[in-house]
């Protein structure tokens, strides 16, 4: 019975409460109110559980989603019209119109960031109680369709849809799991916490958000078609009504969004308040006023929902000691080593491995990077160094397509990247650090580090996240800078100079063929600086190529070779850190006119 | 060639209306990157009462407005004040929800006190129009437009010639220097949504006697104005002047060719075409990435 005490404590309580549910038409037979109750209770779930997918995962937030249940219903009410088969037959056809719908539409609207697509759910639901109404030879218009009476004998009531309704909330529950468990449900909450930061380790934002999307519409699609067989009659208002997305969104918000459990735990309280406003009066008007209300109260005074409140609040009263950055371990620990990657690397080892020519950004009137070259040979590590303001950071955010360069060409590993997508860099083996670090706050240290994605294979994806191989690399990746013992804590409880190297393994865990490092010194400590440093030299020496951009000028002179120096947006000088450290332009573009008294004066001691 | 017109200039004179509404959601989205889903819900709100000001003392529902816009810009600062601006650093997305719940209340209040059923203000002018060459100008129409007008050019007054509407937009392009400079981020933030609910008061007026209402409406209000600023591009003004006009169009060249009921389709359609290839709306600027928020 070992295996039951290890199992985490919600997941006990949720299969007590599951047992409980199997039982209980069993036990109270003769009760039709309170099991209709109940299964409206798992259709609500099942809904709120699908939404929690694209908008508590990803945090893409629809307030249509209703509209795949009438699309569900109106799917499986049509076929079973038209060629006489049951309804229930048809109703997986209604989750996979729901699925086709919701990728056509994430295919148009989910292309960019932003908020696009909030507005357009709610158009969409709109839209199809438009269509719903006016297709007159499908739907037969707002007289709706009727269908016929289950085929069950009326002494099981509606027993068996408590059990389909059952099924599909327990279905959809395990794919919800499922998703969170994935690298493919860490890249959706990489997109809620920063999307920009996600498509540079290698998720394809765009496809992530629209398989969410999908996703999401799926279970609801097949619930569409139970629900109709179970009111036997639908029409465009019903089907297509906003209090059902209202319900939905209340649900997942009052039990908490993004956590596994809370949608379910959401669905049964708002089903009950919802009963309740029917039985003691107020009809449909009164209850928007009452959903309006609690809407608001809960956005305000309880923004995370109940179950990560309570969660939150245990934490407290059972606190796990602090732990600090395990140094010795750090110092101590075993060569940093790199992963093969996949694809064997490119057999042009004579072209350098990456090249900009004349590469130009500008933002209105200032030219931050102004017809920049630079050549990165394999096995270097290459500095890039100058003056604040002199394009540096804009000339990465160039290389890894973080922005959209004005002109010039960016080559890397023999091929034309310039036009490509940021993850599409990533999966070739292009990796970055940012100058102020951005993890994903509210991801666990572990979460952070096994986001990453080095190819866009199905099987890496799809791959599992929280145990197996993926977090075994991530925990070795962890102890190499130090910070193994932090895996579980919150990313964004961790000091700067911890985050930047939480940063660093995070990008090897896309297992690069070369790193641009922004700043990594910036904010750690002198002997973790040597750890960093030695990192550094170990992963180069296993074949990693680096490009940095560091104001430490010592450890840049001591660590890298050949030095770039960079001034208005151009490289103004180049080659090995001895002749870096002696040529007069580099001294005049960092210090001015002014230095020449005292350099004159230390030139002559030297 | 004159139904064409006829459809052509009604067209222009509903866009003018829809631009006026629309420009509220746009200010305050641009300011304060808030979607305030309450906006279609204000406007109904100002609607049903304007139509009880026309109903009981008689005043014309256009020149309401009047009463109504003080009242709005007083409610849209207390609302700010009061709830939005207690969300202030969290996600977006929260005030996508909290808007949206705020809309819900709205129409449950109407819901309760005024009761759900169809309402509109019919004045004398009501079916009367004037007459240009063979076109027509219904009178209702013409006076909204007219005032749209008005309201448009004062609040690009107000946004461009004024030291308000100056701190405005530096709110709006960089919150953090514009309280270095002296801004009251909130103050202003306030003012930016006071401002778009007055819009609303206007808007509201004319939306009496246009067209029928209940207190359900917003839903269609909301995802039309929506629907505007997404097609013009996010918080630009022009963009939305120009999804408003395209959707004043689309809707008179639908209902004069093909049918009423299929107007709002076209125009969805209108916006997903435009989305599909420019995703980012025909005014819109795609979001920087390069900088940490």
């Known amino acids: 019975m070992t295996w039951i005490k290890n199992l985490p404590r919600k997941h006990l309580i949720a299969g007590v409460v599951l047992v409980l549910l199997i039982l209980y038409p069993v036990i109270n037979p003769w009760q039709p109110y309170p099991q209709g109750v109940l299964l409206l209770a798992f259709l609500l779930a099942v809904q709120a559980t699908s939404w929690n997918i694209v908008s508590g995962y990803a945090g893409y937030i629809s307030l249509g989603h209703s509209m795949f249940l009438g699309l569900g219903s109106y799917t499986a009410a049509i076929i079973a019209l038209h060629t006489g088969i049951n309804p229930l037959w048809a109703a997986p056809v209604g989750g996979v119109t729901a699925v086709i719908i919701a990728v056509g539409i994430g295919w148009i609207v989910l292309r960019t960031r932003g908020h696009a697509f909030v507005i357009i759910t709610i158009a969409l639901l709109l839209a199809s109680q438009i269509v719903a109404t006016n297709w007159k030879p499908l739907t037969n218009g707002s007289d709706g369709i009727t269908l016929e009476l289950p085929f069950w004998d009326n002494d099981f009531q509606n027993i068996p849809f408590y059990y389909m309704f059952l099924v599909l909330l327990v279905l959809t529950v395990l794919f919800s799991a499922w998703i969170a468990r994935t690298k493919f449900g860490t890249g959706l909450v990489a997109i809620r916490e920063d999307e920009g930061k996600a498509a540079a380790i290698g998720v394809n934002t765009t496809i992530f958000k629209i398989l969410a999307y999908g996703a999401s519409a799926f279970f609801i699609g097949i619930a569409g078609g139970v629900y109709a067989y179970f009111q036997t009659f639908l029409n465009p208002v019903g089907s297509f009504a906003i209090l059902g997305s209202v319900l939905i969104v209340l649900s997942a918000l009052v039990g908490g969004r993004g956590s596994l459990y809370g949608p379910v735990l959401g669905a049964f309280i708002v089903q009950f308040i919802n009963e309740g406003a029917t039985v003691w009066g107020g009809g449909a008007s009164a209850r928007v006023l009452l959903f309006g209300g609690i809407l608001v109260l809960v956005v305000l005074f309880l923004p995370a929902g109940l179950l990560p409140a309570f969660e939150k609040a245990w934490r407290k009263r059972h606190p796990v000691a602090t732990e600090f950055t395990n140094q010795v371990g750090a110092l101590s620990h075993n060569t940093a080593v790199v992963r093969e990657r996949l694809e064997p690397v490119a057999d042009a080892t004579s072209s350098p491995l990456l090249e900009v020519k004349g590469a130009t950004k500008r933002f209105g009137g200032l030219t931050a990077v102004d017809h920049a070259d630079l050549t990165v040979q394999r096995g270097t590590i290459t500095a890039l160094i100058g003056p604040n303001g002199s394009g540096k950071t804009t000339l990465f955010n160039l290389v890894t397509g973080t922005m959209a360069a004005d ?200 | 060639m004159t139904q064409f017109i006829q459809a052509l200039v009604l067209g222009v004179l509903i866009g003018g209306i829809y631009a006026l509404m629309a420009s509220g959601l746009t200010l305050i989205f641009g300011v304060l990157r808030i979607i305030n889903i309450a906006q279609g819900a204000f406007l109904i709100l100002v609607a049903t009462f304007t139509w009880w000001l026309w109903r009981t003392i008689g ?235």
């Open chain 1, 407 to 606: 002109g010039g060409e960016v080559w890397f590993d023999g091929r034309r990247v310039d036009k490509l997508q940021p993850w599409t860099r990533g999966h070739l083996g292009l990796g970055r650090t940012f100058q102020i670090t951005r993890l994903f706050k509210e991801m666990t240290v572990l979460q952070n580090v096994v986001a990453p994605l080095p190819d866009s294979r199905p099987r890496t994806i799809f791959a599992n996240a929280s145990s197996g191989s993926e977090a075994q690399r991530a925990k070795d990746l962890l102890d190499i800078v130090g910070l193994g013992s932090f895996a579980r804590q919150r990313a964004g409880d961790l000091s700067y100079g911890q985050q930047k190297l939480v940063e660093l393994a995070q990008v090897l865990m896309l297992e690069p063929k070369l790193i641009l490092l922004d700043e990594p010194a910036g904010g750690v400590n002198p002997s973790l600086l040597g750890r960093l440093t030695e990192v550094i030299r170990e992963l180069n020496r296993s074949g990693v190529t680096f490009l940095v951009v560091e104001h430490n000028i010592p450890l840049v002179l001591d660590l890298c070779d050949p030095v770039y120096v960079f001034a208005r947006g151009r490289s103004i000088a180049h080659g090995p850190p001895s002749q870096i450290r002696e040529d007069p332009v580099v001294l005049d573009a960092y210090l001015g006119d002014d230095w020449r008294p005292t350099t004159v004066a230390t030139s002559e001691r030297g």
């Open chain 2, 59 to 293: 005043i014309d529902p256009i020149l309401a407005a009047v009463i109504t816009t003080p009242l709005m810009f007083g409610l849209g600062w207390v609302t700010y004040r009061f709830v939005i601006s207690r969300i202030k650093g969290q996600s977006p997305s929260m005030s996508v929800l909290l808007t949206f719940g705020l809309a819900l209340v709205i129409e449950g209040v109407l819901n309760v006190t005024v009761g759900n059923r169809f309402r509109s203000a019919s004045p004398s002018y009501f079916e009367e129009s004037f007459s240009i060459g063979g076109i027509l100008l219904p009178k209702a129409q013409t006076y909204g437009f007219l005032a749209a007008i008005v309201v448009l050019g004062g609040l690009y007054v107000v946004l461009t010639r004024t030291w308000t509407g100056r701190a405005i937009r530096a709110t709006s392009q960089n919150p953090s220097a514009a309280a270095l400079v002296g801004i009251g981020a909130t103050a202003t933030a306030a003012l930016a949504f006071a401002l778009g609910s007055a819009s609303a008061g206007v808007g509201g007026s004319i939306l009496s006697t246009l067209y029928p209402f209940f207190p359900a409406s917003h839903y269609d209000w909301i995802s039309r104005l929506l629907g505007i600023v997404v097609l013009g591009g996010m918080g630009s003004l022009p963009g939305a002047l120009i999804g408003a006009l395209i959707l004043g169009l689309a809707e008179t060249l639908t209902a004069t060719y093909g049918g009423l009921q299929w107007s709002t389709l076209v125009f969805y359609l209108v916006i997903m075409v435009v989305l599909l290839v420019r995703p980012q709306g025909l005014f819109g600027a795609r979001i920087r990435e390069d900088v940490a928020v």
